[in-house]
């Protein structure tokens, strides 16, 4: 009896988050670009203004997560509501907006995908049904704020999004080639979470206990797991392993949009077409986006090893790691497909265009990421690596000593754990393809300009 009227205790944890809610609503409106900065200053966000949006999209997630079922409905309502009945601009409070979107959809995907991709979708095709607007260099605030909105709440469960794939593949369709360049980046963002969705392998929930709490009174008193530490050799995981489904759709995006990409800048580099710059740097940015997109999907680089580069005892060659992969070697080797057309068309542009450092920048990271991404980067690895250490040291359980760890923190160095054996996975045997790539990237070292000069020796280091 006691216990139940502890359990009853909390209901007025439901006016807490909607209060909470009115209080991060109330800081994002005086954090919009036209409150916080004069026309002349940058739009990129400040350093506190990605501390609080850091801090605004983790508190609120952490809430969502453990909250139960009918708490989050409440929630997910007044976000939805938020989100759609206001226009924000894309690069702080849009931001943040969207983060707390992307927040909900990760707890609960099937629900939040219901309410946020049929509205999105309807609103990106009413706003482009008129052709003249995909020429247009200033875009409707609307349909950037919507664009923005769709790319992150897609950010979820691969599985998911199947549910929902005619539709966003039709709204990439309208505006991957939008002649707005923040629009395409945009839809660029879409494309690359879609596919990171659909073929990462990662847990999909941080709850504290395993199975949630959505369970009647009855049965279990949430309560009694209050400060619960995690079971280390029973945590039950809940892993996204992509299906063959998935697995089939983000080879039709990589079919459908990356394909063609590859296609017109082939040609353009052997000569027998003419692209400005603008459209370069378009294509370009769809095959960087399909290639972060689907690096943990795409086989490696084939090409004869080379080997005797140096005497040694010690065999060199690669060790073989389980990551959970299986690589389809009967579909088209997109990686293999990519480096070839950057080698030319690197060569055609040093030759006809080397100031357009713009689409070079872009070159340098795409050769970089073909000759190093898996699905995670190191340096991404390594602030995730230090953000889980901060955040273990501050949630220690110094009273029971070691090992009295919450759930979602173990979960976390799992997924650490796996992201490791990625990055020290196979792949790495030294082969002609690695070679003239390296001998590209040493030729871009002694370009004219600067900016190309430091980036390239930057990745080289690496």
């Known amino acids: 009896e006691v216990e139940k009227q502890l359990c009853s205790a909390t209901a007025e944890f439901e006016d807490f988050v909607l209060l909470f809610m009115d209080r991060c609503f109330a800081l994002i409106e005086i954090s919009t670009l036209e409150q916080t900065r004069d026309e002349t200053e940058t739009e990129k966000m400040t350093h506190v203004e990605s501390l609080v949006e850091l801090g605004l999209s983790s508190t609120f997630s ?10 989050f409905q409440v929630a997910l309502d ?23 979107c992307r927040a909900a959809s990760k707890c609960r995907p099937a629900t939040a995908l219901k309410r946020f991709v ?44 199947l549910l929902y794939k005619d539709q966003v593949v039709n709204i990439l369709r309208r505006t991957l080639h939008l002649k707005c360049k923040q629009g395409y980046t945009l839809a660029g963002n879409l494309l690359h979470h879609l596919l990171r969705s659909t073929t990462l392998i990662y847990p999909t929930e941080y709850c504290s206990v395993p199975g949630g709490f959505d369970k009647p009174f009855t049965e279990y008193f949430p309560i009694k797991d209050w400060g619960k530490p995690g079971d280390l ?38 000569g027998e077409i003419e692209m400005s710059r603008d459209d370069i740097h378009q294509s370009l940015c769809i095959v960087q986006n399909c290639l972060m997109g689907s690096g943990s999907l795409l086989p490696f680089l084939g090409g004869d090893p080379i080997r005797d580069l140096a005497p040694t005892l010690v065999s060199l060659t690669e060790t073989k790691l389980c990551t959970g992969v299986n690589y389809d070697t009967t579909r088209e080797n997109y990686r293999e497909a990519i480096a070839q057309v ?5 060569h055609h542009m040093l030759d006809n265009s080397e100031d357009d450092t713009k689409s070079l920048f872009i070159i340098i990271k795409i050769m970089g990421d073909l000759l190093q991404f898996r699905g995670s ?16 040291k501050s949630m220690e359980n110094r009273l029971h000593g070691k090992k009295q760890h919450i759930r979602a923190l173990l979960i976390d160095r799992v997924m650490l754990q796996h992201e490791l054996r990625t990055l020290t996975m196979e792949g790495c045997e030294y082969k002609t393809i690695h070679r003239d790539l390296l001998r590209d990237l040493l030729l871009l070292s002694t370009s004219t300009y600067s900016q190309v000069t430091f980036l390239n020796s930057y990745l080289l280091e690496q």
């Open 118 to 161: 049929p509205h999105c979708c309807n609103v990106i095709t009413q706003l482009t049904i008129n052709d003249d607007v995909l020429q247009e260099q200033e875009l409707d605030k609307e349909l950037l704020w919507n664009l923005q909105l769709l790319s992150e709440v897609t950010r979820v469960d691969g599985d998911k999004l």
């Open 342 to 346: 950057m080698r030319k068309l690197l």
């Open 233 to 270: 050799w029973d945590l039950g995981i809940q892993w996204h392993v992509p299906s063959e489904e998935e697995i089939t759709f983000a080879y039709y995006l990589l079919d459908n949009f990356l394909q063609p990409e590859l296609s017109r800048l082939q040609r353009c580099a052997d």
């Open 62 to 71: 952490t809430i969502l997560t453990q909250c139960s079922k009918e708490i």
């Open 78 to 100: 007044k976000v939805f509501n938020f989100a759609t009945t206001n226009i924000f601009e894309t690069r702080v409070a849009g931001r943040m907006v969207a983060d707390m």
């Open 377 to 392: 980067y190191k340096h991404e690895f390594d602030s995730r690596w230090k953000s889980f250490n901060l955040v273990k």
